[in-house]
């Protein structure tokens, strides 16, 4: 795995989105509202159940018609037949060679390592396309976040994110992306966006 260099120009921090495990009725439209309201840089989308896989493979087309790349959660087979970007999935060894062996290697599969820095660079040795940190307090996973970015050329997303202010914050340690926590979807998705885009540009100006 490349190690990244002290002085190497850190990329832009963007934002993800999260879908909720259970999608309302009016879901495919908010997204599409929260898609169109500011930059996305991705999608992860629940794996589907046979009552939501046609609203899934909706949205899955309206982000990708939008530029965004769509991963599925957990559900390998849902990712390829769905005509997703890739999968994210948890930190499993033999789930990862699974990943890549049937979604090709230009998939993205990410792989979400909690706050181990054991499993990170595990799966950074091993390929994945980007390592997310989840779980514990702000103050732990922006540690975690900052040495990683000071290290390893892997990007890192700050997985589950709750507020905008978290979002300055994770950017500012030299997350690569931030994913917006479930909270995103419990009233205005699309103001949500523009206000962790907001936070996210504050970062920029504030380095």
């Known amino acids: 795995m490349q190690e990244r260099e002290l002085t190497e120009t850190q990329t832009e921090c963007r934002l993800c989105l999260a879908a909720p495990d259970a999608l309302g009725k009016d879901f495919a439209a908010r997204l599409e509202a929260a898609l169109d309201a500011e930059d996305v840089a991705s999608l992860v989308l629940p794996a589907p159940t046979p009552a939501d896989r046609d609203a899934i493979r909706h949205c899955v087309s309206a982000a990708q018609e939008r530029g965004v790349a769509v991963l599925i959660a957990g559900d390998l087979e849902a990712a390829k037949s769905l005509g ?67 290290l390893v050329v892997v990007p890192c997303i700050a997985w589950n994110v709750a507020s905008p202010a978290e979002a300055r914050m994770f950017a500012q340690a030299g997350a690569d992306f931030v994913s917006a926590g479930p909270a995103l979807w419990s009233s205005d998705p699309a103001t949500a966006v523009a206000a962790f885009n907001a936070a996210i540009d504050l970062s920029r100006s504030a380095a």
């Open 84 to 150: 997703a970007d890739g999968s994210h999935i948890g930190a499993d060894a033999k789930a990862f060679s699974r990943a890549r062996a049937l979604l090709g290697p230009s998939a993205i599969i990410g792989i979400d390592c909690g706050l181990s820095r054991h499993d990170a660079l595990t799966f950074g040795e091993k390929g994945a396309d980007y390592i997310a940190f989840s779980g514990g307090n702000a103050d732990r996973a922006t540690e975690i976040i900052r040495w990683w970015s000071d």
